[in-house]
């Protein structure tokens, strides 16, 4: 079945190029000229990808994304025509999954909307325990659910990829090229901004105290880890 792309665009030249080229793949596009319009094709149908631009009328493109964040996980790619890093960091703060700055080729395009998608589709697990505990973090690989002691906590599909990271290695540090390689992919590799931003993103919904990590600990110049618990 063909995923479903909604794109909230205010400029409509924008809106035709980007409809022609995800349509041109076999994706099918519902398009929306600003933040309410969007929220309301969004709560109307089923969407697998939110291609939201930033500079648009009535709700803009950050304020659109912490709406949808207030109540789905839907991967969301933030298209900005302002490629300054302060942009880009709010964007991804506000839980957005990727950026792309104006202008982009529709190559450039097709990788993102690719690579989003592939991190939103639930990860394969091996076979081992269905639960993982850390201290007061549990995972349930089954349902791909994660719990802080008795509170569910909500991870987009990108941060819980970069959680299991972790899991999986646990005691282990991982390079930030590993991690940008493993969850992102090697296309992102050196784009150590992405990963700043989700690992901050992420202390703050799993740490009791985001400063002074438990879960995730950064170990300077090398990398990161979730340190083994004690015996």
């Known amino acids: ?9 205010d400029e409509p030249r924008y809106l035709r190029l980007l409809e022609a080229n995800l349509r041109t793949e076999g994706y099918e596009v519902t398009t929306a000229q600003d933040g309410v319009q969007a929220l309301d094709v969004f709560s109307a149908q089923p969407i697998d990808l939110v291609l939201l ?43 957005a999954d990727d950026y792309l700055v104006k202008p982009f ?22 076979g081992q325990a269905r639960f993982f505990t850390h201290d007061d973090l549990k995972i ?25 990271q972790f899991a999986h290695n646990i005691g282990k540090i991982l390079t930030s090229e590993e991690l940008l390689t493993s969850v992102w992919g090697v296309e992102y590799k ?8 989700s690992i901050a993103r992420l202390r703050q919904k799993l740490e009791e105290d985001a400063h002074n990590p438990r879960h995730i600990v950064t ?13």
């Open 1 to 9: 079945m063909a995923k479903r792309i909604l794109i909230v665009d």
């Open 53 to 95: 631009d930033v500079m648009m009328p009535r709700l803009d493109g950050f304020g659109t994304c912490q709406r949808l964040r207030e109540f789905s996980n839907v991967p969301i790619v933030i298209l900005t025509a302002r490629g300054e890093e302060q942009d880009r960091v709010r964007g991804l703060d506000l839980g």
């Open 105 to 126: 080729s529709a190559t450039e395009l097709l990788a993102r909307v690719r690579a989003v998608l592939r991190r939103a589709q639930p990860p394969a697990e091996p």
């Open 140 to 164: 349930d690989f089954a349902r791909a659910e994660v719990w802080r002691g008795e509170e569910a906590i909500s991870l987009s599909a990108t941060e819980y990829r970069l959680l299991l």
């Open 190 to 197: 050196n784009d150590k901004e992405i990963l700043w931003v």
């Open 219 to 231: 170990r300077s110049g090398l990398g990161y880890l979730m340190p083994p618990t004690e015996a």
